[in-house]
């Protein structure tokens, strides 16, 4: 499979999604495009979401570990 780097996204494509989506009409290949930008988007959101929890996980930890809350462990 050979794939091709765009100016957009560095990394590699393949160059049969790229034949695909140059033969369909210009409407289609405008849907396609946001499809992928609505993709990108998700995926920032979500590591965004991922980076939030990871850097308050110690934070948390610090208020949830202490012996008050101990028995909500056994739940």
């Known amino acids: ?3 091709v780097a ?3 996204n560095p990394k590699a494509v393949p160059e049969a999604l790229i034949r695909k989506i140059g ?3 210009r409407a289609r290949v405008a849907e396609v495009e946001d499809f992928v930008d609505f993709i990108g988007q998700r995926e ?3 590591a965004l979401r991922t980076a939030a929890r990871d850097a308050s996980a110690p934070a948390f930890a610090r208020i949830w570990a202490n012996p008050e809350d101990d028995v909500y ?3």
């Open 44 to 46: 920032s959101e979500i």
């Open 23 to 25: 033969a369909l009409p």
């Open 73 to 75: 462990d056994a739940l």
């Open 1 to 3: 499979m050979q794939t």
């Open 6 to 8: 765009t100016a957009h």
